[in-house]
């Protein structure tokens, strides 16, 4: 029997009252990505490298410190990803790397893979654009406490922090860490395995606590789902559990990214001192549950009311009232961010190309960090104290209100117009017939995803066009040389439908984003996707209107250059939306929809130049789905609707491909055929070929072309190795709609990597051709 609240220790930590839930850790100037790629490829040493990782966490806490925050987060540096550390702390990675000797080697192992081992798979962190490397357990796993790491930086912040400020190390908690991981080898569902993990949690505690730790951060952003029906009891033992240990530092459990429902008042009544509210994500409802919740007046609560995911700046008069109406629901109230800034860029001043109206809209992480000093000391020393800064934030909310760029008249008619006509294209055995007819290919064609190495030669030509040393015509010049190379390779390793390799392209959603109006795309607005792998998301501010054609001359180039179907390559709407920073003024489906008639617009004058395949890539459709069941079905109306408005412009003969790629596709599979594309190519290469039988089981009957190598690994897959894939395919796809490709684009890696599992693709393909 669990221990009741009342049983718990005597925890004395001060009160914080500002702080944030988490921080980035790539650097401002992506410092760690270059020392992270340079270790991996032998020009960094691991003392560079770890030089790099001390002073990013150096400046880091010593940021927050100075702004004004109480309370510095530690242990979010990660070198990889966050959920990875956990597993290292836990003694659960895998046992094929237990061969590297070298602790951080064996790590990046893990995560990256090597020539002879397979990482581990990837997905995304909730509805987010960060990847998770998903932990594997299995029945052989044994978990053993390693908190090396954590008691090293909870070490390190102390002495940059000193007296004044308190440093709270922060890991993610044991059910959200079980409930993300993928059993292996026959075992049963990871969360069976929670008693295991209570006692060495509880271990942890007591050496955070001889430490010299007042506060523990444990994230649980899982309570925020519905991925278990359970989660809220069990969030309550654990919690009482943990909350009981007879040596602690107080307990801070952060929910993020949604209303904790249940889990709220579960983990209320546990002995935990302070727990998280997204206020933002979670809106009305997650502010409904806190005055709801009578336990909570004996607790802290972190209230996250300034948006850790958008750019948005904090109607500061909104955040105040909402945290007035908290101050009986709680304890103490303590102003924070909604989530980690992880997910937005470093600041605002990197950006000098703003205008002042858009400027004055936008808050990047900095910014962020002085709104809950600024919300956090108005609840301390009163509103007076900071009335020109509410001022302030009052005239850029009315000032974006009333802007002429967020209404498109012209725009908005022809979107109501379409969508009454419909968006339903032939039916889709009529339209295999007339692709077949138009592009006589081989059974098991081949293909890639879109993008080819981004060479050194593509980036220094886009360095000097930005630095004006060459002009326009110069770089379209060069870019129309990387094609040539490009077509002329695949024609020699023997691909029937070829790509252009996107060398002009920056970044598949940017580049879309900087010829659209309504986006504007910051410069040095880096956020971490996974690893080292670094993005610019645009931010959508408008009504979207696409004033030209965006990709027709180079597709049309790269077609002129073979007889064989070049692939026309746009990004959908719905991932558009996903890896941007997206107006909240308006409802979702309806910037999607503006998105998707730009879209619509291109693909019908590729049809119109002659391009007989266009490939509309959605990655992210998993990836925005709500976290609440309720909401899934809503959402997946609307994203599929955008993605047909999007492609429904052209004639039955022109072949619509799309992609979709790391994500657990089992809750949208059904949105992937209801996407109807006539070629749907998807990540299946490290799932081992899992998404098939889903798809079979809602009988799905166009083709497919499961990814048959990683291309987020280093290691060149060997042709036998394919050929076992493609029957794996071939046992759930009949050979008629079946594709060969790889999981993803190819942007990436190396030309002498791509030459080579290309080369084995093709003749893994022809290999399995034979034996039809």
């Keep these: 029997m669990a221990p009741s609240a009342s049983e718990g220790p005597t925890v004395t930590a001060q009160p914080f009252t500002a702080t944030v839930t988490g921080s980035p850790r790539i650097g401002p100037r992506r410092e760690l990505k270059r020392a992270t790629e340079g270790y991996w490829a032998g020009r960094t040493s691991r003392a560079d490298l770890e030089s790099v990782a001390a002073t990013l966490r150096r400046d880091t806490w010593s940021a927050l410190a100075e702004a004004g925050v109480d309370s510095v987060p530690v242990n979010t540096f990660s070198y990889y990803d966050q959920v990875l550390d956990t597993a290292v702390m836990l003694g659960a990675l895998p046992p094929r790397v237990a061969e590297v000797d070298d602790e951080l080697d064996r790590y990046f192992a893990a995560a990256r893979g090597t020539d002879t081992i397979q990482p581990l798979e990837m997905t995304k962190w909730f509805d987010t654009n960060y990847h998770y490397i998903v932990p594997e357990i299995g029945p052989d796993t044994r978990f053993a406490l390693d908190a090396t790491k954590v008691l090293a930086e909870l070490t390190e912040a102390a002495e940059v922090l000193g007296r004044d400020v308190a440093a709270r190390p922060v890991v993610v908690g044991p059910i959200t860490f079980l409930l993300l991981s993928k059993a292996v080898g026959g075992a049963g569902a990871p969360i069976d395995r929670i008693d295991e993990l209570v006692p060495l949690y509880t271990e942890l505690l007591g050496q955070l606590a001889d430490a010299g730790a007042d506060w523990v951060q444990f994230d649980e952003p899982v309570?925020?789902?519905?991925?278990?029906?359970?989660?809220?009891?069990?969030?309550?033992?654990?919690?009482?559990?943990?909350?009981?240990?007879?040596?602690?530092?107080?307990?801070?459990?952060a929910t993020y990214f949604g209303d904790p429902g249940d889990g709220l008042a579960a983990l209320a009544r546990t002995p935990v001192e302070a727990i998280g509210v997204d206020l933002v994500a979670g809106g009305k409802t997650a502010l409904a549950q806190v005055g709801a919740v009578p336990e909570l007046r004996e607790k802290t609560l972190v209230a996250g009311i300034v948006d850790g995911r958008n750019v948005w700046r904090t109607d500061l008069e909104a955040a105040l009232a909402t945290l007035a109406t908290l101050l009986g629901s709680a304890q103490t109230v303590a102003v924070s961010t909604s989530c980690s800034?992880?997910?937005?860029?470093?600041?605002?001043?990197?950006?000098?190309?703003?205008?002042?109206?858009?400027?004055?809209?936008?808050?990047?992480?900095?910014?962020?960090?002085?709104?809950?000093?600024?919300?956090?000391?108005?609840?301390?020393?009163?509103?007076?104290?900071?009335?020109?800064?509410?001022?302030?934030?009052?005239?850029?909310?009315?000032?974006?209100?009333?802007d002429p760029r967020l209404r498109n008249e012209q725009v908005r008619s022809r979107i109501a117009a379409i969508t009454g006509a419909g968006t339903q294209r032939?039916?889709?055995?009529?339209?295999?017939?007339?692709?077949?007819?138009?592009?006589?290919?081989?059974?098991?064609?081949?293909?890639?995803?879109?993008?080819?190495?981004?060479?050194?030669?593509?980036?220094?030509?886009?360095?000097?066009?930005?630095?004006?040393?060459?002009?326009?015509?110069e770089y379209d010049r060069r870019m129309k040389a990387e094609i040539a190379d490009v077509i002329t390779l695949q024609?020699?390793?023997?691909?029937?439908?070829?790509?252009?390799?996107?060398?002009?392209?920056?970044?598949?959603?940017?580049?879309?984003?900087?010829?659209?109006?309504?986006?504007?795309?910051?410069?040095?607005?880096?956020?971490?996707?996974?690893g080292s792998r670094c993005v610019r998301p645009p931010i959508l501010y408008g009504d979207v209107a696409r004033p030209h054609p965006m990709t027709v001359d180079w597709i049309s180039y790269a077609q002129s250059l073979t007889d064989k179907p070049v692939k026309g390559m746009l990004t959908g709407p719905v991932t558009i939306l996903a890896w941007s920073f997206v107006r909240d003024d308006q409802p979702l489906a309806d910037t999607a929809n503006q998105v998707a008639l730009a879209i619509r617009d291109e693909t019908v004058d590729l049809q119109d130049a002659g391009i007989a395949v266009i490939q509309v890539d959605?990655?992210?459709?998993?990836?925005?789905?709500?976290?609440?069941?309720?909401?899934?079905?809503?959402?997946?109306?609307?994203?599929?609707?955008?993605?047909?408005?999007?492609?429904?412009?052209?004639?039955?003969?022109?072949?619509?491909?799309?992609?979709?790629?790391?994500?657990?596709?089992?809750?949208?599979?059904?949105?992937?055929?209801d996407l109807d594309a006539d070629v749907t190519s998807i990540e299946a290469a490290r799932s081992h070929m899992e998404v098939?039988?889903?798809?079979?089981?809602?009988?799905?009957?166009?083709?497919?072309?499961?990814?048959?190598?990683?291309?987020?690994?280093?290691?060149?897959?060997?042709?036998?190795?394919?050929?076992?894939?493609?029957?794996?395919?071939?046992?759930?796809?009949?050979?008629?709609?079946?594709?060969?490709?790889?999981?993803?684009g190819l942007k990436t890696r190396r030309t002498d990597e791509v030459t080579a599992s290309l080369t084995n693709l093709v003749a893994a393909a022809k290999e399995a051709r034979a034996g039809l």
């Design 223 to 253: 309570l925020v789902t519905d991925i278990s029906a359970d989660a809220p009891a069990l969030a309550e033992r654990v919690y009482t559990a943990l909350g009981s240990a007879s040596k602690r530092p107080a307990i801070h459990v």
């Design 426 to 473: 032939g039916a889709a055995a009529a339209r295999r017939e007339a692709q077949d007819a138009r592009l006589k290919l081989p059974p098991l064609p081949t293909t890639t995803i879109g993008s080819y190495p981004q060479t050194s030669a593509i980036r220094k030509a886009r360095a000097a066009l930005r630095s004006g040393e060459i002009d326009r015509a």
């Design 618 to 673: 959605e990655p992210a459709l998993r990836e925005l789905l709500p976290l609440r069941d309720a909401a899934k079905d809503a959402y997946l109306r609307w994203a599929v609707a955008a993605f047909r408005m999007a492609t429904s412009g052209v004639s039955d003969a022109t072949q619509i491909h799309t992609h979709l790629c790391y994500s657990e596709f089992g809750e949208v599979i059904g949105a992937i055929a």
């Design 491 to 530: 024609e020699e390793l023997g691909l029937d439908v070829l790509v252009h390799g996107e060398p002009e392209r920056n970044d598949m959603v940017q580049y879309f984003a900087e010829q659209l109006d309504g986006f504007f795309a910051p410069q040095n607005g880096w956020v971490q996707s996974y």
């Design 692 to 744: 098939l039988d889903d798809l079979n089981a809602i009988g799905f009957s166009n083709s497919v072309g499961p990814g048959v190598y990683d291309i987020h690994s280093p290691r060149v897959p060997g042709a036998e190795e394919m050929v076992e894939s493609l029957r794996e395919a071939l046992q759930a796809v009949p050979a008629q709609r079946l594709w060969v490709n790889p999981d993803c």
């Design 341 to 402: 800034t992880l997910h937005v860029p470093y600041t605002l001043a990197a950006e000098t190309d703003l205008d002042d109206s858009l400027r004055s809209w936008l808050a990047f992480g900095a910014e962020k960090v002085t709104e809950v000093i600024v919300l956090a000391r108005a609840l301390r020393d009163g509103r007076d104290t900071v009335a020109d800064q509410i001022a302030a934030s009052d005239a850029a909310v009315a000032a974006r209100k009333t």
